[in-house]
């Protein structure tokens, strides 16, 4: 069994959880909700060691002396996808809103079914840049945090579709439908704030161990390459959100709103620098 295979096995499991969550949205069976959150689950745990996997395969290369599967595209988009729904899976745990995961787990199984069809999967030697354990804990940061916006854009689009038909029908709006199964406003308010605040320290840690790896691979800790840049574009729409949110008492749709643009910043910035400008960061693609 070689990782590849273990990462096939794990975009079918959360194409199958996706899809289920859908059937929830429309059937409101709790069985069914059920069956989809633990195919999450177990796609998660084979997803841990199709990780384990690929870090194993590292050291067979010729010439290869083993690292961490995060040193370019293809793994840093499947460890994204892990991260997505680690997070997750750990906001549910208070929780326990099973409609969100028909809302979270695409963008894992998208980011996992690119990954398997269109990225190169080679394993190859790291560059010098990248012979570095700051690697490490600057892309585990990192992405942490940027599956942590993942989960709190997935509930604001949740939010947003509530309150939208909420106010064209405030007299049906209680009713029936895929919105009987989704969480009260509130709740979906407070889940976007909570992952925000799992999010915005660990993207700010992400910054400072990136800074710290700058320094060892070209010794300075700030170039303003392009990456850095929109890294900190992101972290100023997530220290934008809790300020509004702690001075003005931004809830509800505005909230979700910025939820979403922060999110959409923070796609850019690991993809749109990596993929469409040119900088230090570049290898990425």
Known sequence: MTSSMLFNIVTAAYFASMVIFVIYLATHTKVVATVAHTLAFLGLVVHTAAIGMRWYESYQIPGGAGHAPLSNLYESVVFFAWTIVLIYLLLDLKYRQKAVGAFVIPFAFLAMIWAQLGLNKAIEPLVPALQSNWLTY?????FLGYAAFAVACGVSIMYLIKIGKEEKNPENSPAGG???VFPS??????????????GFPLLSLGIITGAAWANYAWGTYWSWDPKETWSLIVWFIYAAFLHARFTRGWVGRKAAWLSIVGFAATIFCYLGVNLVLSGLHSYGG
Request: glycine share 0%.
């Open 178 to 180: 895929f919105l009987a």
């Open 138 to 142: 600057h892309v585990i940061t990192c």
């Open 185 to 198: 406003a509130k709740i979906l308010d407070d889940i976007n704030y909570k992952a925000i605040m799992i």
